[in-house]
Protein backbone atom coordinates (compact mmCIF):
# COMPACT_ATOMS: atom_id res chain seq x y z
CA UNK A 1 0.00 0.00 0.00
CA UNK A 2 1.24 3.20 -1.16
CA UNK A 3 2.02 5.41 2.60
CA UNK A 4 3.47 9.10 1.34
CA UNK A 5 0.97 10.88 -0.01
CA UNK A 6 0.42 12.29 3.48
CA UNK A 7 4.36 13.15 3.83
CA UNK A 8 4.66 15.17 0.46
CA UNK A 9 3.26 18.83 0.49
CA UNK A 10 0.86 19.15 -1.53
CA UNK A 11 0.51 21.90 -4.53
CA UNK A 12 -2.88 22.07 -5.20
CA UNK A 13 -5.98 20.41 -4.74
CA UNK A 14 -8.92 20.38 -6.80
CA UNK A 15 -12.16 18.83 -6.53
CA UNK A 16 -13.05 16.68 -9.89
CA UNK A 17 -15.14 13.88 -11.29
CA UNK A 18 -13.90 10.87 -13.17
CA UNK A 19 -15.70 8.90 -15.63
CA UNK A 20 -17.73 6.17 -14.91
CA UNK A 21 -16.05 4.12 -17.09
CA UNK A 22 -12.56 4.69 -15.92
CA UNK A 23 -13.61 3.88 -12.37
CA UNK A 24 -15.66 1.02 -13.42
CA UNK A 25 -12.51 -0.53 -15.18
CA UNK A 26 -10.48 -0.08 -12.28
CA UNK A 27 -12.39 -1.49 -9.61
CA UNK A 28 -13.22 -4.65 -11.97
CA UNK A 29 -9.08 -4.99 -12.26
CA UNK A 30 -8.61 -4.87 -8.33
CA UNK A 31 -10.62 -7.53 -7.92
CA UNK A 32 -9.33 -9.70 -10.61
CA UNK A 33 -5.83 -8.48 -10.61
CA UNK A 34 -4.65 -7.89 -6.96
CA UNK A 35 -5.57 -5.03 -4.31
CA UNK A 36 -2.66 -2.81 -5.40
CA UNK A 37 -1.70 -2.90 -9.00
CA UNK A 38 1.58 -1.03 -10.71
CA UNK A 39 2.50 -0.23 -14.00
CA UNK A 40 4.92 2.00 -16.18
CA UNK A 41 3.12 4.75 -18.17
CA UNK A 42 3.99 4.75 -22.11
CA UNK A 43 6.04 7.57 -22.97
CA UNK A 44 6.35 8.78 -19.79
CA UNK A 45 9.93 7.38 -19.10
CA UNK A 46 10.09 7.31 -14.94
CA UNK A 47 6.42 7.88 -13.88
CA UNK A 48 4.64 4.82 -12.85
CA UNK A 49 0.72 4.72 -12.20
CA UNK A 50 -0.51 3.08 -8.63
CA UNK A 51 -3.73 2.11 -8.72
CA UNK A 52 -5.44 1.07 -5.00
CA UNK A 53 -9.12 1.41 -3.69
CA UNK A 54 -8.91 4.42 -2.03
CA UNK A 55 -6.31 6.28 -4.18
CA UNK A 56 -4.91 6.03 -7.90
CA UNK A 57 -1.23 7.65 -7.82
CA UNK A 58 1.02 9.22 -10.16
CA UNK A 59 4.69 8.21 -9.11
CA UNK A 60 8.54 9.40 -10.28
CA UNK A 61 10.38 5.87 -9.63
CA UNK A 62 13.53 7.57 -10.22
CA UNK A 63 12.31 9.98 -7.34
CA UNK A 64 11.80 7.50 -4.88
CA UNK A 65 8.37 7.26 -5.67
CA UNK A 66 7.58 10.60 -4.85
CA UNK A 67 3.85 11.50 -5.88
CA UNK A 68 2.79 13.79 -8.89
CA UNK A 69 -0.70 13.71 -8.77
CA UNK A 70 -3.36 11.54 -7.12
CA UNK A 71 -6.67 11.02 -7.09
CA UNK A 72 -8.50 10.33 -3.79
CA UNK A 73 -11.78 10.68 -1.74
CA UNK A 74 -13.85 8.77 -4.04
CA UNK A 75 -17.43 9.89 -3.91
CA UNK A 76 -18.85 5.91 -4.74
CA UNK A 77 -20.23 4.72 -1.20
CA UNK A 78 -23.90 3.95 -1.59
CA UNK A 79 -23.99 5.05 -5.53
CA UNK A 80 -26.55 3.46 -7.60
CA UNK A 81 -25.54 3.53 -10.97
CA UNK A 82 -22.87 2.90 -13.10
CA UNK A 83 -22.99 5.36 -15.82
CA UNK A 84 -22.73 8.80 -13.77
CA UNK A 85 -19.92 10.71 -13.05
CA UNK A 86 -17.53 9.83 -10.26
CA UNK A 87 -16.49 12.62 -7.43
CA UNK A 88 -13.36 12.64 -6.34
CA UNK A 89 -10.49 14.75 -5.13
CA UNK A 90 -7.06 15.50 -7.29
CA UNK A 91 -4.06 16.35 -5.23
CA UNK A 92 -1.19 17.38 -7.77
CA UNK A 93 1.89 17.84 -6.39
CA UNK A 94 4.02 19.34 -9.36
CA UNK A 95 3.14 22.40 -10.76
CA UNK A 96 3.01 20.81 -13.94
CA UNK A 97 1.20 17.04 -13.55
CA UNK A 98 -2.26 18.19 -14.93
CA UNK A 99 -0.17 18.01 -18.32
CA UNK A 100 0.11 14.47 -18.07
CA UNK A 101 -3.47 13.40 -16.26
CA UNK A 102 -5.29 12.56 -19.88
CA UNK A 103 -2.79 10.48 -21.01
CA UNK A 104 -2.50 8.58 -17.82
CA UNK A 105 -5.90 7.78 -18.07
CA UNK A 106 -5.39 6.41 -21.51
CA UNK A 107 -2.46 4.43 -20.98
CA UNK A 108 -4.98 3.32 -17.93
CA UNK A 109 -7.44 1.82 -19.82
CA UNK A 110 -5.31 0.13 -22.00
CA UNK A 111 -2.97 -1.43 -19.89
CA UNK A 112 -5.54 -2.27 -17.92
CA UNK A 113 -7.74 -3.74 -20.76
CA UNK A 114 -4.68 -5.60 -21.91
CA UNK A 115 -4.16 -7.69 -18.25
CA UNK A 116 -7.92 -8.27 -18.19
CA UNK A 117 -7.88 -9.70 -21.50
CA UNK A 118 -4.68 -12.17 -20.59
CA UNK A 119 -6.75 -13.12 -17.30
CA UNK A 120 -9.30 -14.69 -19.49
CA UNK A 121 -8.67 -14.76 -22.56
CA UNK A 122 -12.17 -16.60 -23.89
CA UNK A 123 -14.19 -14.03 -22.68
CA UNK A 124 -14.14 -12.03 -25.61
CA UNK A 125 -15.55 -14.52 -27.68
CA UNK A 126 -17.90 -13.01 -30.03
CA UNK A 127 -20.34 -16.10 -30.16
CA UNK A 128 -23.00 -16.29 -27.96
CA UNK A 129 -25.58 -18.81 -27.26
CA UNK A 130 -29.47 -17.45 -25.87
CA UNK A 131 -31.32 -20.11 -23.53
CA UNK A 132 -35.17 -20.96 -24.46
CA UNK A 133 -37.13 -20.14 -22.00
CA UNK A 134 -39.23 -23.51 -20.90
CA UNK A 135 -42.31 -23.03 -21.86
CA UNK A 136 -45.31 -23.13 -18.73
CA UNK A 137 -47.99 -25.93 -19.22
CA UNK A 138 -51.39 -24.69 -17.94
Avoid at 51 to 61: F, N, P, R, T, Y
Avoid at 80 to 102: E, M, S
Avoid at 124 to 131: E, P
Wanted: aromatic residues 8%.
Amino acid sequence: MYTRLKDIPVYEFRATQLDAGHFNHVQVALKKLGDSIRFPIPKLKHLDLILEKEAWIIVDHVLNDIPVAAWTDFQADHRDNLHQPIQCRLQLYHANADLILARTLEAMEMLLGEQLAELAPDARDDTASVLPFREQKP
